[in-house]
């Protein structure tokens, strides 16, 4: 588990191919190891990954082919940027929201400007998330926890404060550029609820009816 404060920037140094998923080596000097073990999860630009291996400034974790599909990770390069959280401690604060690390979908950035000292930002979610995203409501965006201004269909507007553009990744973004999402986890929890027991409910290829399905709403 994660609150979504960011609390270094690291670098992807390697990335080792196996048989389709990746070794990856991530330099972070400014992480700490005295207190991240071996098989202890790092939240890397928002995607909970397992540490496998530690050697002097740089951890390493194994990427799955399915991970690599659904987040940003298959497009990282050596020397790419990412954000960095180690999973929190009982003793923690808690300063962002409740974070997993596990990835709903990636979103766009489709515009970026200065807004007095902060940089105001416009990003296009993925239309099955659009209804998890609410105005004052919260969203991880490459691991970071951020409050949402406004909400236009699938996009959504944010500002980010001095201080968060210089201590993560959010200053290297441009228009197009691809962001890891994780939406409130309460509002996920929170739609299996409603479902009852009709969540059960499976159709014949597999997949689970949603509430707008089960109550006949159509949009």
């Known amino acids: 588990m994660f609150t979504g404060i960011i609390s270094s920037i690291g670098k992807v140094s390697s990335l080792q191919k196996f048989s389709g998923d990746i070794r990856m080596g991530i330099i972070a000097n400014d992480l700490g190891f ?13 995607v909970c990954l397992t540490v496998i291996e530690i ?5 390493f974790v194994d990427v799955s082919r399915e991970t690599l599909s659904l987040t940003t990770t298959g497009l ?6 990412i954000n960095l959280e180690k999973a929190m401690q009982a003793s923690d604060r808690f300063g962002g929201h409740i974070v997993s690390g596990h990835v709903d979908g990636m979103g766009e950035i489709t515009e970026r400007r ?16 659009a209804k998890y995203i609410a105005r004052k409501g919260s969203i991880t965006v490459d691991g970071t926890s951020l409050t949402i201004n406004r909400v236009d269909g699938n996009e959504f507007e944010l500002n980010i404060i001095p201080q968060t553009l210089t201590h993560t990744v959010i200053d290297d973004y441009r228009e ?11 509002a996920r929890y929170l739609e299996r609820l409603l479902l009852g027991d009709s969540a059960a409910e499976q159709y014949e290829d597999g997949g689970f009816r949603s509430q707008s399905e089960i109550s006949g709403f159509k949009g």
């Open 176 to 186: 197009g550029t691809l962001v890891n999402l994780e939406v409130d986890l309460v």
């Open 114 to 129: 200065k807004d007095a000292r902060s940089e105001w930002l416009r990003v296009r979610a993925p239309s099955d998330l």
């Open 34 to 46: 005295h207190d991240l073990p071996l098989g202890d999860s790092v939240a890397c630009s928002g």
């Open 76 to 81: 990282w390069k050596i020397g790419e940027r």
């Open 55 to 59: 050697n002097e400034n740089t951890f």
